[in-house]
């Protein structure tokens, strides 16, 4: 059974173009697809599920224009989700760097957490200015404000100063839109997760895509390292 799936929601910007519109991209779909998917992981009883909302290189490298959009997203999507997630005991965690994104989003972000830390029967983990080379230095830096023993630090003792160091490791993870790449989602932490890889954009991603991410991770045989 799946204890912790990953989704890299890609392929959003395509079919905002797909429609020739590239506000479309804010349409409610794409939102209220994160909460069918959630959906569906809490009754496939899955406990954790990581889903890559926004990469520091989007942060960093997209226009104000669009930023706003995502931003505003936020500011409508989340005090929705957080009431969905209260009513199906669900807990909201955030794995990245807060500091990249404005205060009253950091602020709702951080209140949401507050207010989910009862659900008990899953975990919903947003990367949000997140990548992995970025939890690795800030995880250096964190071992190194402590005055950690270099003798003493392996790798499961460096795991503790990561973000999704507190999490069991992804089991699977699914990246839609076509590519065929991890691009540094749970690096550190993947090293025995199962990847499916399927050319339907996030906001179509719907059951029969999820239940195949299922079937084909059930029909692989996971030796680890035996």
């Known amino acids: 059974m799946i204890k912790h799936i990953g989704f890299i929601m890609d392929g959003n910007r395509r079919w905002a173009t797909k429609l020739s519109n590239l506000a479309t991209f804010w349409h409610e779909k794409w939102g209220d697809n994160i909460e069918k998917i959630l959906m569906l992981c809490l009754d ?5 599920v990581s889903m890559w909302a926004l990469s520091k290189e989007n ?3 997209r226009s104000e224009i ?11 999507k989340i005090p929705k989700l957080v009431e969905k997630l209260i009513k199906n005991s669900v807990c909201l965690d955030i794995v990245g ?19 989910t830390k009862g659900g008990i ?10 990548s992995w080379q970025d939890e690795i230095i800030r995880g250096i830096k964190r071992a190194l404000a402590e ?25 699977l993870i699914v990246r839609t839109g076509g590519a065929i790449r991890h691009s540094g989602f749970y690096l550190y ?11 339907t954009l996030w906001p179509d991603f719907g059951k029969d895509d999820f239940d195949r991410a299922l079937e084909s991770y059930n029909s692989t045989k996971r030796n680890f390292w035996k």
């Open 121 to 130: 029967r899953m975990t919903c983990i947003f990367a949000i200015g997140y």
């Open 66 to 76: 669009e930023l706003a959009g995502i931003f505003q997203l936020f500011r409508d």
């Open 147 to 171: 005055g950690i023993d270099p003798k003493k630090l392996d790798e499961k003792t460096f795991l503790t100063y990561l973000d999704t160091g507190r999490y069991p490791p992804p089991d």
């Open 97 to 115: 760097d807060l500091w990249l994104v404005p205060a009253d989003i950091r602020t709702l972000l951080l209140e949401s957490i507050e207010k």
């Open 44 to 48: 496939s009883e899955i406990e954790f």
């Open 189 to 199: 932490h993947s090293a025995y997760a199962e990847y499916f890889f399927t050319d």
């Open 59 to 61: 942060i960093l490298e």
